[in-house]
Structures are given as structure tokens and as C-alpha cells.
């Protein structure tokens, strides 16, 4: 560009001028060949015609993105052609399905006919593409159960849930297109979104539908009633006075231990429970592991009220003299 410049600005003014003469000349040529070819008939073309696939909206839903054209090839006057060509005020070709669920396609041979009065005064050649692909699914409604997710909450430390959680309504309505359904595999799982949740949980949450198919399912109840409980594990320890059982006279314990200490969870409703039972560290040496020659500490008794129980030292090695 720099030297055209150039050119221009050092050339003779009547060169300029001559070549300015030239350029509209051959500009002028240009468009009356181009005109007078348009003019002429017997041109053939291939383009993407419009169309518009029409179905019950009321009993069906397409859950892919409809095809929007179809490829043919047509013959006519190059005017004719070049609108369609652009599309230039041209009125999509309207597919009527009856019960598109059946299959996801359609044979171009079956609209031909039809398709070639529609493209009136060109005339249809033959149609590129074969077939005419969708997916629609007819829309039912079916009853899904709501579940809770179990990674959208916690509970505090020690904490838990007492019983079953309460969801009322245990099952919601859900409208859409079957395929969508399928994919929820009869459950939707709702985000309760809290940490260390350490109180009874009493709330409404909202019913959300995952991001991929909420342009298709619809819900009749936008939220249920979510109820539970929790209790307290409190943390406790004992000392245990130490039982040895049936050893004999040349058998002993490689390290005499001063204490063992039991720690445990329990219940804070049965605390007082505990104050029912005499705790002992039971070694027996009748269930001595012969391999290692070592010996497993038994709390005994061992109630159910008792959780996470946790011995120190748990396990002793014996000497034989």
C-alpha cells in the first residue's frame, strides 16, 4: 500500500487519470458480465435450504437442537438461484411429524415431492443429504423420590444423626421428555449445604433440577421439608483394674503394665448407665496368639452403649521362664 502510494503521488497526473479511466472501464465490464450471466437460465447450485420440523408441542419435546437447513441441489435462473443461495426472503420448508418419538429421522425421499413445489420457479435437482435426523421424546409425568445428598452436608464432631431424616414429600411430580427422566434413574438427590450441623435440623429447601436438564423437566413442588435430629458422642476414659486368666506358674508378661486406660464414645443420653458396670482388662491367656507369643487386651463387660473403644496399651508380649 505504502508503494502504491507512492506510485500516485510521484506519476504523472494524466497517467493517474488514465488509469482511473481504465479501472471503471474494466469495473463497468465486470458488472454487466456478471448481470447478463445472472439473466441467463440452466444454472445448477447446491444450497441449504430453510426448513422447520413441526410437531404436538404438547405431547412432545425435541432434546437436541433441531436441524435448521437441509443440503439439495436445484437448477434455475441465476437470479433465482443467488437468493437462494443467501436465503434472500426465503420461507423455511415445514416438516410435519405426527408421532416423532417412534424415530429420530426422516427420509428426504418422503418430502421430495413436496419440497420441489415448495422451491418454485427453481427446480429441484436431487436432495444431497438422504435422511433428516432429530431427537424428540414425548413428555410424561412420573412421580421421583427426592433423596439427600450426602456430601452437601457435615456434622460437628462427634455428632450424629438420630434415626432417619424426615422429607416430606418423600416424592415429588416431575414433567419432561422420557430421556431426561432416564437419566435421573428415579431419584433426585437434593444440597442441603450446611457444616458441622450440630442441632436438630428443621428447614425448607429448595428443589433444584441439575444444570443439564433444566431447560426440559418441570417440577409441580419447588421444595420440601427437611427434619432430623442428631445426639452427642462424648469422649470418656477409664482406668481398668487388670484380670490375668489361667496363666501359668513360668509364664508372666514381658512388661508388667502399671495401668490400662480405656477411651471410648457413648451416647450423652446414657452416660448414666455406665455407673451399672465394673469394667475390667481381661488377658486370658488360653487366647495368647502362639505365633508372636503376645496377648490381646478384653474389656470386659463390653455394652452396647460403649463406641469406638480404644485400649492403651491393647496388646502385651509374654516371657517364658
Known sequence: MTKLKKFFSTANPRKVANMKVVALCFLAAATFWFLNALNKDNYNTVVDYPIDIIFDTEEFMAVEQLPKKIKIEINGNGWDLLRKYFNINETPFLIEINNPATKNYILTSEVRRSLAENISPTTLVSMVSDTIRFKIDKIVTRKIKIEIDTASFSLANNFRIEGDIDIDPITVDLKGPTSAHEKLDGSLKIKLNEEKINKNFNKIIPI??????????????????????????????????????????????????????????????????????????????????????????????????????????????????
Open 208 to 321: 433444584e433440577i441439575p444444570g443439564d436438564l433444566s431447560d426440559f423437566l418441570q417440577l409441580r413442588d419447588e421444595s420440601v421439608h427437611i427434619k432430623f435430629g442428631v445426639i452427642q458422642f462424648l469422649e470418656g476414659n477409664k482406668r481398668l483394674r487388670i484380670n490375668k486368666s489361667n496363666f501359668p506358674d513360668n509364664v508372666s508378661l514381658l512388661q508388667e503394665p502399671n495401668n490400662i486406660m480405656m477411651h471410648y464414645l457413648i451416647d450423652e443420653r446414657k452416660v448414666d448407665e455406665l455407673k451399672n458396670f465394673d469394667f475390667e482388662a481381661v488377658l486370658n491367656y488360653n487366647n495368647r496368639n502362639k505365633q508372636d507369643s503376645t496377648i490381646s487386651v478384653v474389656v470386659s463387660p463390653r455394652p452396647s452403649v460403649l463406641e469406638n473403644v480404644r485400649l492403651e496399651p491393647s496388646t502385651f508380649r509374654l516371657k517364658y521362664d
